[in-house]
């Protein structure tokens, strides 16, 4: 029997010249992703037989140099190669490489013929172009997950004569010191958007918490109820190892902490007014909290899990670019898993940085990082937007030596504002809206 042939002009992005054919991907080019070895095979200095690895962020402006053996370097790229991002928040990147090693995050574009069909330059505008970009974001299987060889194998290749591709490429090198210009403008334009949204954001916030955005209502179950259920749960959590606390306001408009029989006057820690239906608390009776495992040569017990650190926490979302795994027991598994609702806070580097966990994927926190779980229910939404304000007025900070660092001691001495639990769902509700309807105003 003869080949199927099949019409698939709806299949093809645009019209092209005459002179121009229309080709499969990945009948011209092999896409070949990278790898590495273990990261205790990582150095970071140069070495007589190793060979330089490169990594998505060697291409921006913070690279991060690190060697791996020569014989270990199974996947090499030769400066003037061409790079493209896999996966993760890079995804769809394009990058002349070096002379070294590239990493499973990238893949290297390999021409399938020895004689010349295309011009290099060519195909890195066409990779930078929305026919490649718009393709493989349509075809990953996720951000996370990237895409493969085979995704490519529906894309389309529009490919001119030699000849012209050289003259594409001279064009569009005339309008790059002008794209480059624009570029600029608009990243300037970006920060000072971003700059106004940071400030308005802030305030917003500050309001929030301070009980100013939203009225009260009478018919709330007071926050003393709230304190009251919370006392309860943690007690019944710790039993024995229960210390009960209480922070209230005196005849004398004084703030007072009864921690058992002890009575303290503790005015100077209370750091704004809020409404009288509103009642004060430390962390450590709102939340269980505790860090994580470290990593070091002797903690190899256990079953590997993948981990994150401070590195992964941004406020309000996390990057799951680079994920490392370490052995966990059952008992570390149980103290430094996290699950959907957990408030993670950093213990290093952006000290108080918060986000709230929301996937459902096993998931460990390394020492770095505490993690917060609420005794008894509550928005812990209004408790992340606490710890941005808090950050943002000074009141966490960290008195390290070399390096900044909020303790568990530290954060369980935080008071924190606790409203009643319906008036914190308006709360955390409001600014939603109000953060939405800035976003749609720039």
């Known amino acids: 029997m003869g ?15 005459d002179s121009w054919v229309w080709v499969r991907h990945n009948e011209i080019f092999e896409i070949s992703g990278g790898s590495q070895p273990p990261k205790s095979k990582f150095i ?21 140099p690190i060697y791996i053996p020569e014989n270990m370097a199974s996947k090499i790229s030769k400066k003037g190669d061409i790079l493209l991002a896999r996966y993760g928040a890079s995804l769809g990147k394009v990058f002349w490489a070096e002379d070294g090693a590239y990493n499973v995050a990238m893949a290297r574009v390999i021409p399938l ?33 990237g895409f493969n060889k085979d995704d490519l194998s529906k894309m389309f290749f529009p490919m001119p004569p030699l000849a012209e591709q050289v003259c594409i490429v001279s064009e569009i090198e005339k309008f ?53 259920h919370i006392r309860a749960e943690k007690k019944a959590k710790l039993g024995k190892k229960f210390v009960d606390s209480y922070i209230y306001k005196g005849d004398d408009n004084c703030y007072y902490e009864k921690v058992e029989n002890l009575v303290k006057e503790i005015s100077g820690e209370i750091p704004f007014d809020t409404p009288e239906s509103w009642q004060w608390i430390r962390v450590d009776n709102l939340f269980q909290h ?25 406020w309000g979302c996390f990057n799951l670019e680079h994920i490392k795994e370490m052995p966990f027991t059952q008992d570390e598994f149980a103290k430094c898993s996290i699950v959907p609702g957990d408030l993670l806070v950093c213990e290093g580097g952006d000290v108080g ?23 008894n229910p509550v928005c812990t939404a209004f408790y992340y937007f606490a710890f941005f304000v808090y950050k943002s007025i000074g009141l966490i900070g960290g008195k390290g030596i070399g ?40």
């Open 3 to 17: 080949s199927e042939v099949k019409d698939i002009t709806d299949n093809l992005p645009f019209e092209i010249p």
């Open 44 to 64: 970071s200095q140069p070495k007589t037989g190793y060979v330089r690895l490169y990594q998505i962020r060697d291409y921006g402006s913070n690279p991060q």
């Open 113 to 145: 013929f020895d004689i010349a069909l295309i011009n290099k330059n060519y195909l890195y505008y066409y990779y930078k172009s929305s026919i490649y970009q718009e393709t493989i974001m349509g075809n990953a299987r996720s951000a996370q997950a």
């Open 176 to 228: 790059e010191p002008l794209i480059a210009e624009y570029d600029k403008l608009e990243q300037q334009a970006t920060k000072l958007d971003d700059e106004i949204y940071g400030k308005l954001k802030k305030s917003i916030l500050q309001y929030a918490i301070q009980g100013k955005l939203v009225p009260q209502d009478p018919n709330d179950e007071p926050a003393s109820v709230l304190l009251e």
């Open 290 to 314: 505790n860090t994580g495992k470290a990593l070091n040569s002797s903690n190899t017990q256990g079953v590997l899990h993948p981990y994150i650190t401070t590195s992964n926490v941004y």
């Open 353 to 375: 940085r918060a986000a709230i966990w929301e996937k459902d994927i096993p998931m460990c926190i390394q020492n770095h990082i505490h993690r917060l779980r609420a005794y």
């Open 403 to 442: 390096i900044q660092g909020l303790s568990s001691g530290t954060l369980g001495k935080l008071i924190f504002p606790l409203p009643p639990l319906a008036e914190q769902e308006r709360i955390v509700k409001q600014v939603a809206i109000i953060l939405e309807k800035l976003k749609d105003e720039d």
